[in-house]
């Protein structure tokens, strides 16, 4: 069985390390494109290394651009490599433009589309990555969900014939590298100012509806620099280039701004955290795993489970709490009761691969 792997994002790129080594232990052949989306190598190049993933067979470097431009400079890109490639699947993850273009390059090509973390759903229509992921597994053949809640959704719109849950690929990460970075001891690297044996929160910000108006991603900043402890903002590339646009300062306050960090070191870091704030699906997911309490600058999360028990709570603008409420809210303590497991076990990657196998066309 051969299999394209197309991936472009710093989350695609943790996800293909769980794929990569699912395959490494069998006789199947694993092509990998990189589409280039993410081409900073603090979210890209960092991820090959760090999980032990061959470098990608195809490299398109596209950057960045419009979503019209970039998407179509990757369909473009692909088509002769799946063309010439021929495979039995062509595997695309997540809900980026790199997603959408790997499988739209696919599907005109009558090649069978498999899409991993399929069935999450946000019902904002505003979100790109909505967009993304509702298209993509509308055309896919095989959907590889993370969840039962997202099997339910695929179930709703008619997919349910072609849905497997197989657990979340991103457990498998989590969790091995937990236990590497427990067992290791291993301490953070945080930006200057923060003391890791003192409480801090860990954030990140980064989604277009909170970056692109700047009113609104300067409440955010300043709703993060008035908290009561130092918070360690992870500055991805699209956040620095808008508040340098805009004329904003990330270090301000109990603000602190840093470089987003290798997943090791994110782990790490979220480990010694008191919380976590941020608009990342996947943050709030591995702080949800890793047992930390999450506060989501969003109005609705694609991962509902992270919400029961308190475990994550949703405030799209602090702005118009009390400070004494955002403050509350943003530095309580993680639950106390015991996490559920909806997620899966931990062995993800495999059953993948297994999938994949028994649903060969």
């Given at each position: 069985m051969k299999v394209v792997s197309i991936v472009g994002a710093r989350p695609q790129l943790v996800k293909l390390g769980a794929v990569a080594k699912a395959f490494a232990g069998t006789e199947h052949r694993h092509v990998v494109i990189h589409t280039g989306q993410h081409y900073d190598p603090e979210l890209s190049d960092v991820f090959f290394t760090e999980f032990g993933i061959p470098e990608p067979d195809f490299h398109l470097g596209i950057g960045s651009g419009s979503h019209g431009a970039q998407t179509g400079a990757m369909l473009a890109a692909i088509d002769p490599i799946l063309d010439a490639?021929?495979?039995?699947?062509?595997l695309v993850y997540g809900d980026t433009n790199s997603t959408i273009a790997g499988a739209l390059s696919a599907v005109k090509q009558h090649l069978p589309v498999a899409?991993?973390?399929?069935?999450?759903?946000?019902?904002?229509?505003?979100?790109p990555e909505e967009h993304n992921r509702v298209l993509t597994d509308h055309c896919a053949d095989l959907l590889l969900a993370p969840t039962d809640e997202a099997v339910r959704h695929l179930t709703n719109e008619g997919l349910g014939s072609r849905a497997v849950?197989?657990?979340?690929?991103?457990?498998?990460?989590?969790?091995?590298?937990?236990?590497?970075v427990l067992a290791a001891g291993e301490r953070p690297e945080l930006p200057a100012g923060i003391d890791p044996e003192q409480p801090f929160l860990v954030s990140t910000l980064h989604r277009a509806e909170n970056t692109d108006d700047p009113e609104l991603l300067a409440a955010l900043i300043e709703s993060l620099a008035g908290l009561p402890i130092p918070v360690a903002l992870l500055a991805h590339p699209r956040l620095q280039a808008k508040a340098d646009q805009y004329g904003l300062k990330l270090t301000q306050g109990s603000l602190h701004a840093g470089k987003p960090l290798p997943y090791r070191q994110?782990?790490?870091?979220?480990?010694?955290?008191s919380g976590v704030v941020t608009d990342s699906g996947g943050l709030q997911k591995e702080a949800y795993l890793l047992g930390r309490a999450c506060t989501t600058l969003r109005t609705e999360t694609e991962w509902v489970e992270t919400l029961e028990g308190g475990w994550n709570v949703l405030v799209a603008r602090p702005d118009q709490l009390t400070p004494e409420a955002w403050h509350q809210v943003a530095t309580r303590s993680a639950p106390t009761a015991a996490l559920d497991a909806p997620y899966g076990d931990g062995r993800a990657g495999a059953a993948v691969v297994k999938v994949l196998e028994e649903r060969l066309p």
């Open positions: 490639e021929q495979p039995d699947w062509v899409h991993l973390e399929a069935g999450l759903r946000s019902f904002n229509r505003r979100m849950n197989v657990g979340d690929v991103m457990v498998d990460v989590c969790f091995h590298t937990r236990d590497a994110l782990v790490a870091a979220v480990l010694a955290s």
